[in-house]
């Protein structure tokens, strides 16, 4: 009797140190998971100091292109140099009204030295914000905000209401928009984007990469102080289907901008989101 004790005391005990096991190899891949950049990789990368100059060759006005230059400096206000390739560009420049309404992703071109240089144009006055998206070489993604006031026309703010329906139209494309959980801050998001022809109904198969993936999602919290970059979970995918994964920082309203490209034209669609605590 003692015996068959100790063979079933000793049988418990493996099974305890096994699921211990497994669930701390469980745990260990969520936090490799959580660690991966958009490139896949594991490796962490320091975040870099940076200060950033922002000049027009004029004072903004509206329907007027306007020459900006962006200069990165370091942390001693010594140019950066250097900067990696993200997504076939070496900076994303994200231009958007304060109220949301109008919305640019463009792209500044890079002319050594940490200048960077890119025309814009300003559709009506008022309050914008510009987000400037790089990473210097050897480092982590990088963000720097700007805001600017355009002189000229400046119409009454939209107001920015959460979508009823997650279901938009453009270009003769048909996208809809599922998110498979309640949306909540700090909580891990996938925004399910599912296109289909806007004429036949057909789920489309011909989507063309957009800057190295199948699409990109930019995201702005209501004041346009918080911003996501978001990449595909797949970025080779095709098909009527792409998946996005994120998390929104804090409680609010949300504008997201779907960018996807298809018959060499640039698509891009605005949804509204309410993300409670």
């Known amino acids: 009797m003692k015996k068959l004790l100790f063979v079933v005391v000793s049988l418990l005990t493996m099974i305890a140190l ?5 669930d701390s190899e469980y745990k260990q891949i969520k936090q490799d998971m959580a660690n991966m950049n958009h490139n896949g990789s594991s490796k962490e990368k320091q975040q870099v100091a940076v200060q950033t100059d922002w000049n027009f060759k004029q004072s903004p006005q509206t ?3 306007n020459q900006l230059t962006i200069t990165i400096k370091d942390n001693k206000g010594k140019p950066i140099s250097e900067f990696e390739v993200n997504h076939e560009k070496k900076m994303h420049l994200i231009v958007a009204s304060k109220d949301l309404s109008k919305y640019q992703h463009i792209h500044p071109t890079y002319k050594g030295k940490g200048v960077f240089t890119v025309p814009v144009t300003f559709t ?7 987000i400037a ?7 982590s993604d990088t963000v720097q905000m700007h805001t600017v ?3 000229g026309n400046t119409p009454a703010p939209v107001s920015l209401t959460p979508d009823k329906t997650l279901v938009k139209t453009a270009n003769g494309n048909q996208v809809s928009l599922k998110i498979d959980t309640q949306l909540k801050a700090n909580q891990e ?8 022809d806007a004429k036949t109904k057909q ?12 699409g990109h999602v930019v995201i702005l919290n209501q004041d ?30 949300y504008k997201v901008w779907g960018e996807f490209q298809r018959s060499n034209k640039i698509f891009i669609v605005p949804f509204v989101l309410e993300v409670s605590k």
């Open 124 to 130: 009506q006055g008022g309050s914008f914000q510009l």
């Open 18 to 22: 096994f699921a211990c096991n497994k």
């Open 63 to 65: 329907n007027t292109t």
């Open 203 to 214: 789920p489309i198969q011909d989507l063309q990469p957009y800057l190295g993936a199948v």
């Open 149 to 151: 006031s355009v002189k």
């Open 133 to 139: 998206d790089f990473v210097p070489k050897g480092q």
């Open 224 to 253: 346009a102080t918080k911003y996501l970059h978001v990449h595909p979970m797949d970025e080779r995918v095709k098909g009527s289907n792409a998946m996005f994964h994120t998390t929104f920082p804090s409680p609010g309203v």
């Open 189 to 196: 998001t996938m925004l399910n984007f599912h296109f289909e």
